[in-house]
């Protein structure tokens, strides 16, 4: 695991959750394996197989909130031969509706990575909402 890894994750979730935050879909896209293969799972227990699926349920997210935020806190990183990583973190998802109304969420995340040609790209992903007694502790 080169140190040179872990500054180009830490910097690539950190692109991610700009272009998340600025609703800028085809940059977050391009943090991802836009293959069919793909897998998300979100907080709410949907499951969405294939890149296609996820990107249509953020366009639509995208397009009925007025703010989204989303923040990624005490990334734990393991690459593996600077070609593979696994990242565990906590996320907190901050949303308010065109009615005014903020909702937020928080919780564990994991993403799993591979270097393709140059770049990292999350080729699954999987969002889990913070149980009541943890979300007391924090």
Known sequence: MSVESLKELDD????MRQAFNSRDLK???SHFWTDKRFQNLDASGRRDRGWGAFEEV???EFRYLDTVKLELKDLDMQVFEDQFATVVGVWKLAQVDPEGRNHEQN???TFSLCRMS???KIVAQHYSLMSAEN???E
Do not use: V
């Open 12 to 15: 690539f979730f950190r692109s």
């Open 118 to 120: 140059d770049d990292w």
């Open 107 to 109: 919780g564990l995340c």
């Open 27 to 29: 940059t977050f896209r």
């Open 58 to 60: 953020l366009d639509q």
């Open 135 to 137: 979300a007391t502790a």
